[in-house]
C-alpha cells in the first residue's frame, strides 16, 4: 500500500525560528493537503494544493505560512516564524484512488519553545 | 457553527463486543462525503470507512460498518468483535464538494478503549 512520507516525525524549533516540515505524497494523487491538530484538539484543514497553486486555505494559514512542490514531487509547509501556539501535530494528506479517501502522512509533531 | 458533533465521552469496551460511536453533521449540501479515521495513540491518521452522501448502501469494511440516516444526518460507525488494537481515538470527518470544495472537517473525536 502506497504510503505518503513526512519528515522529521518530531521538531523542536525556538520561537521566532523558520521551520520547514516535508512531505512526499503518493505519486498519482492531486491534491494535496496541510492540516494540523493540536494536542488534544481536533484536526484543522490548513490548504489545500492543487495543479502546483493554492486552492483553498483556512483562516489559520495566514502569511506566516506558505507551502510549495519545489520538484514536482515535495510538498512542504514552511512557517516563518514560529509561535508557541503552533505546536501541533501537522498532517500531510494527499487524495485520490479508490477509497475516495484521503491518505494522511503519519504527521510531524512540532514542538516550539 | 459545528459541522461534525461527536459527543460521546470516552468509552470502554470489552474485547469481542461490538460498539457503535456516533456522529452527526451537518450541510445544506446535497453531495458531500463522511469519512471515519482512527488514531491511535502514536498519532497517525488511519482511514477506514467512506460513505457517499448518495450511496443507498450503508458503507462496510471488514469490521468497520457505518450506519447512515441521511435524514437524520447521522453517520455512526459500528466496529464489530472488538479488538485490543482497536484502542484509539476516532474521528468522524466530512467533505462538502458544493464549489468544489475538498477540505475534511473533523469532529472531535471519540476514544475507546478497549478491556480484556
Known amino acids: 500500500e502506497p504510503e505518503v512520507t513526512q519528515t522529521p516525525s518530531h521538531q523542536v524549533t525556538q520561537m521566532g525560528q523558520e521551520v520547514i516540515l516535508r512531505c512526499v505524497p503518493i505519486?498519482?494523487?492531486?491534491?494535496f493537503y496541510w492540516y494540523r491538530q493540536i494536542l488534544g484538539q481536533k484536526v484543522e484543514f490548513l490548504v489545500s494544493?492543487?495543479?502546483?497553486?493554492?486552492?483553498?486555505k483556512s483562516e489559520i494559514f495566514d502569511d506566516q505560512f506558505s507551502v510549495e512542490r519545489p520538484d514536482g514531487s515535495n510538498f512542504t509547509l514552511k512557517i516563518r516564524s514560529t509561535k508557541l501556539e503552533d505546536s501541533a501535530m501537522y498532517f500531510c494528506?494527499?487524495?485520490?484512488?479508490?477509497?475516495?479517501?484521503?491518505?494522511f502522512g503519519s504527521g510531524t509533531r512540532l514542538t516550539v519553545v | 457553527a459545528q459541522k461534525i458533533t461527536q459527543t460521546q465521552p470516552g468509552m470502554f469496551v470489552q474485547e469481542k463486543e461490538a460498539v457503535t460511536l456516533d456522529c452527526t453533521y451537518d450541510?445544506?449540501?446535497?453531495?458531500?462525503?463522511l469519512f471515519w479515521y482512527k488514531q491511535p495513540s502514536s498519532g497517525e491518521m488511519i482511514f477506514l470507512i467512506y460513505?457517499?452522501?448518495?450511496?443507498?448502501q450503508n458503507a462496510t469494511e471488514g469490521r468497520y460498518s457505518l450506519n447512515f440516516q441521511k435524514a437524520r444526518k447521522s453517520a455512526n460507525l459500528v466496529i464489530s468483535a472488538s479488538q485490543l488494537g482497536d484502542s484509539a481515538m476516532y474521528f468522524c470527518?466530512?467533505?462538502?464538494?458544493?464549489?468544489?470544495?475538498?477540505?475534511?472537517?473533523f469532529g472531535k473525536g471519540n476514544q475507546v478503549v478497549v478491556i480484556p
Open positions: 494528506a494527499g487524495q485520490g484512488g479508490k477509497n475516495y479517501g484521503y491518505t
Open positions: 470527518a466530512m467533505r462538502e464538494i458544493l464549489y468544489g470544495n475538498n477540505r475534511l472537517a
Open positions: 494544493f492543487y495543479n502546483n497553486e493554492i486552492s483553498e
Open positions: 505519486s498519482n494523487h492531486l491534491y
Open positions: 460513505q457517499g452522501s448518495y450511496d443507498e
Open positions: 450541510t445544506s449540501d446535497q453531495s458531500y462525503g
